[in-house]
């Protein structure tokens, strides 16, 4: 009961019915979300006759092997590929962050010409997909000199994530209290300082949100690669994935345990965002 | 030697509304000035443009004879304390106050020494590596004139800076708040909607109505010669009793019930007025009216009594009495009271101002 209890929002015994329901949903919600997740990652460690015979079941004596594993990491170039993907996503994200963060603040806090029209832009790069200026960006690429650059995918990611970054910051610039940039004007501290050291701070949680919402679509994005960077040199995982899915035969065995592999890294890098996700930094500055 | 010169300041906001007319105001080295009224009446606003939060549309502001209209908020080397303290979350107490000692390019030694000494004199030392967020209301106020303090400005301003606190802490913290701006000697200016503090704090107040500074004075002056109804009812608690009269040759007729004698030049419509605590209670034949009593509100060292003025047919003016020490008269029954000449206050009901 004690265990069971701590699992409650609330102590009282009235709250019961409502919170098992609750967590059913969310419990169901879970396993769908895992499913897929834990069906490749099982699979990757299989024979590729077992794959097929019983996809659900776990790798026993008989059919666990790691040749998929090797085929990836001994006769492919994964490393270049993660390296290719790590740089890209990090760049990426950390550009939109701090890119987003600045434009949201001078959106919200400075009144200036044109302020409303660019705040309409962002929303409309929200509306409109990336994906539909696809030639005009390739060709833009190509007068540029990029194609086949891992800049190439970072200018565009930032493209990509920067509108709903703007719009996510802006509404939590808005909830800091304006007497605090005030307090730091009377403080004598200049409008870069200001930013950088008394709002930055208090915008970690939302960034970590938007740091989230930002790279998994990039990590996993496989059409910006295979248009502007298909070379070898600057192939990211999602696409060097695919020299083991072919026209007639497939490589299963790779193609899962390339996938299995490709987890890891976005999972350390979520977590590592999740623990700033953790609210209540700005409580105790007012009231 | 005057510190601040407010001169014919005004604030027109871009939409056209005319927040603040005109206010002319000069504050001596060292004095405690406080900004009050209801809330809208730009209080805040005025304070706001001497800090330079907000700019000034019209007129001239000066300290220590510089002219200020023009000049960042920093380099008006004034101090604020916000309502809501607007401490920075993610420093320690420490570095809140050192904050803006280190963005002036002061030595280390010298800012430790001077946070040191502030935190002592408040009683902060203990919570110096504490973050806002594990700070009690009270300690968080003390740590926001803290930071104020350690800049050793020319002027303080002070917008509301009690109104988070509860009533026992309020008042704890305005004896605090007088006592350290005593002891510093520096120039204050502190807005409050809350009469009592601004009693309590003020060399002179400022009462403001409407963007207008309805009366400048003393504490004792605005109580004793209230400029204008307005201050009449907004200082003093419970508020003085004002009724609509008429100055004729028999005196003063208040209503049918109640006419005052007095000899006076001036005619027509007038507001008559007169505190709670100056009612006396009387005899039949000696009262000036009777009231019928409708509440009576207990404090213990006073009672409060509030009625009409009794009328044959019951529609008679409201009024309150002040007496000190507990009473207990019946509800619905009638008290007899005089009104001394000497603490009326009169009116012009056209002008709005003081006979």
């Known amino acids: 009961m004690k265990l069971f209890s701590r699992f409650m929002p609330s102590s009282g015994m009235r709250q019961v019915p409502k919170s098992v329901t609750i967590h059913a949903v969310l419990l169901a919600y879970t396993v769908i979300a895992l499913f897929p997740i834990i069906v490749v990652v099982i699979n990757s460690f299989k024979e590729r006759r077992a794959i097929f015979r019983d996809p659900l079941g776990l790798p026993d004596s008989s059919s666990f092997t790691l040749v998929g594993f090797e085929q990836v990491l001994l006769r492919s170039d994964f490393g270049l590929y993660s390296w290719n993907s790590l740089v890209v996503t990090i760049l990426a994200v950390g550009l939109v962050l701090l890119l987003g963060a600045m434009a949201a603040w001078a959106l919200t806090e400075y009144k200036f ?22 030639v005009s960006i390739l060709s833009l690429m190509v007068n540029l000199n990029l194609v086949n650059t891992l800049t190439a995918l970072v200018l565009v990611y930032i493209a990509q994530g920067l509108p709903l970054a703007v719009y996510i910051l802006s509404e939590f610039v808005r909830t800091i209290p304006k007497e605090l940039t005030e307090a730091a004007r009377c403080d004598s501290v200049s409008e870069y300082k200001i930013f950088f050291c008394v709002i930055l701070p208090l915008l970690k949680p939302a960034m970590a949100t938007v740091a989230v919402f930002t790279m998994i679509p990039i990590w996993n994005d496989l059409w910006f690669p295979l248009i502007l960077a298909p070379g070898e040199e600057t192939r990211t995982i999602t696409l060097g994935v695919q020299q083991f899915v072919g026209q007639y035969v497939t490589d299963w065995n790779s193609v899962l345990s390339a996938l299995t592999l490709a987890i890891v890294p976005v999972l350390i890098l979520y977590t590592i965002f999740s623990r700033q996700l953790i609210r209540g930094l700005t409580s105790g500055a007012v009231k | 030697m005057t510190d601040v010169i407010l001169e014919k300041v005004g604030k027109t906001y871009p939409n056209g509304f005319h927040a603040i007319p005109s206010v002319d105001l000069s504050i001596e080295e060292g004095e405690f000035i406080v900004l009050v009224g209801p809330s809208g009446c730009g209080k805040s606003t005025l304070l706001r443009m001497v800090a330079g939060l907000e700019s000034i549309s019209t007129g001239e502001l000066r300290i220590r004879g510089e002219r200020m209209n023009d000049k960042e908020p920093a380099d008006r080397d004034i101090a604020m304390v916000f309502q809501n303290y607007a401490l920075y979350p993610h420093m320690t107490v420490y570095n809140n106050m050192a904050y803006g000692l280190k963005n002036r390019g002061m030595a280390k030694e010298l800012i430790a020494e001077k946070v040191t000494d502030v935190a002592t004199m408040l009683g902060l030392t203990e919570l110096l590596q504490r973050k806002p967020r594990q700070l009690s209301g009270g300690q968080r106020q003390r740590v926001a004139m803290g930071r104020a303090m350690v800049r050793d400005p020319k002027v303080f301003l002070f917008d509301e800076p009690l109104s988070n606190l509860d009533a026992k802490l309020r008042v704890q913290m ?13 120039t204050t200016l502190y807005v409050t909607h809350d009469q009592v503090e601004a009693m309590t704090l003020a060399d002179r107040l400022v009462v403001l109505n409407k ?23 907004f200082i003093g608690s419970p508020s003085m009793n ?15 019930a109640l006419t005052l004698p007095l000899s006076h030049r001036h005619r027509g419509s007038i507001v008559w007025g007169i505190r709670p605590e100056h009612l006396a209670v009387s005899d039949e034949q000696n009262a000036d009216f009777a009231l019928r009593i409708q509440a009576v509100e207990s404090l213990g060292a006073e009672t409060l009594i509030h009625g009409k003025i009794d009328t044959a047919s019951g529609d008679g003016e409201p009024m ?8 207990l008269p019946d509800i619905n029954s009638v008290m007899w009271l005089t009104a001394p000449a000497q603490h009326w206050h009169l009116f012009d009901a056209m002008t709005q101002q003081r006979l």
């Open chain 2, 211 to 233: 963007g207008k500074a309805e009366q400048i004075g003393t504490p004792m002056d605005l109580y004793n010669k209230p400029a204008t109804p307005f201050v009449a009812a």
């Open chain 1, 113 to 134: 010409k044109g302020n409303l029209l660019i705040t309409f832009l962002f929303a409309m790069g929200i509306m409109i997909p990336i994906r539909l200026g696809t």
């Open chain 2, 242 to 256: 004002l009724l609509g009269a008429n100055l004729t040759e028999q005196g003063i007729k208040v209503s049918d």
């Open chain 2, 320 to 327: 309150v009495v002040r007496l000190s020490g507990p009473h």
């Open chain 2, 174 to 186: 305005r004896v605090e708040i007088r006592q350290l701006q005593r002891k510093l000697g520096t």
